[in-house]
């Protein structure tokens, strides 16, 4: 935990005051869905407003700073912006989403044909101009937005969207979700269940109504940019 506070608090809280100091009237941080939670349940996405509710180091040390930047700006007059990304993607993308792009491209079969989760996520193009509307936008001073590319997916409809993209067969096999969920269990890999199978939607009503904003890329858009630049960097 300290180490996600010596970053995400107190590395944050420097450069704001330094931002402030130097005379910077706005102040956007990136924080993250975490602050909202881990998990939704189907059909009921976060709201921007929503009692936060971080249940890992992670997402508490991003709500603390959220804290600690709002009280900066009343000390300060500097105004606050705070935007709470999902899973962010595109060109260049690592962890498990490269994992997913090696395993659809290599023709693995997989046991991800019958889930029925939910989950938001946001292409890079998409939070850069959120961020950017919110750079001078009035009604954005100290505001809260939830951020995505404005539709929800399954992990199935992740996977066949990417296979598409990369122009290859989806080799998905129907296994029934709890027995994903034991198996994980009894490879002690709950957190892994919980991504693949579990629901996790933001509502981005806020950010449309108040700002007029309006996601500028489509998510199959997307998906081609990352197979494409994933191709790419197969071939040198």
Known sequence: MSEFR???VEGTLQLARRAAESGVQ???FISSIKVNGESTVLGKPFNADDRPNPMDPYGVSKYEA??????LGRDTGMTVVIIRPPLVYGPGVKANFLSMLKWLDK????PFGSIRNQRSLVAIENLVSLIVTCIDHPAAA???????DGEDVSTTQLLRRLSRALGKPARLLPVPEYLLKLAALVLGKRAVAQRVCGSLQVDISKSRELLGW???????KAMRQIAGHYQETQTK
Do not use: C, D, Y
Not at 66 to 71: P, R, S, V
């Open 214 to 220: 309006i996601p500028p890329t489509t998510m199959e």
């Open 107 to 110: 023709g693995v079969p997989l």
């Open 66 to 71: 959220e804290q600690a930047l709002a009280q």
């Open 6 to 8: 010596k970053v995400n």
């Open 26 to 28: 706005r102040f956007i």
């Open 142 to 148: 100290n505001q809260t937005f939830l951020v995505s």
